[in-house]
Nanobody
Framework: QVQLVESGGGLVQTGGSLRLSCTTS????????MAWYRQAPGKQRELVAT???????NYADSAKARFTITRDGGKRMVFLQMNSLKPEDTALYYC?????????WGQGTQVTVSS
């Protein structure tokens, strides 16, 4: 059973930056892909960014040009650098991994952007 643990959330003003981290209990190279999702109050969980084992990266339109997903295989970590944050980015951010049809979720880290 793979465990994912997020960290790095917090309260930031509009225009600020945060770097989220996701630490995995297993090798990230065994994952078909890893991703960041977010869920704002009263809304459905939405995809923010993905990175495949091969390194292909995709972003939601809302994240393009502001967010960057990266990984460090040696540290078994995936990161989400978030710049130019907006109040609408306020949400619980989840790390997600998919491996041979099994999916794994972290417990989430709260990001709050004040106006």
């Amino acid at each position: 059973q793979v465990q994912l643990v997020e960290s790095g959330g917090g309260l930031v003003q509009t225009g600020g930056s945060l770097r989220l981290s996701c630490t995995t209990s297993g090798s990230i190279w065994s994952m078909d892909f890893m991703a960041w999702y977010r869920q704002a109050p009263g809304k459905q969980r939405e995809l923010v960014a993905t990175i495949t084992r091969g390194g292909t990266i995709n972003y939601a339109d809302s994240a393009k040009a502001r967010f960057t997903i990266t990984r460090d295989g040696g540290k078994r970590m995936v990161f989400l650098q978030m710049n130019s944050l907006k109040p609408e980015d306020t949400a619980l951010y989840y790390c997600h991994g998919s491996q041979l049809g099994s999916v794994y979720w972290g417990q989430g880290t709260q990001v709050t952007v004040s106006s």
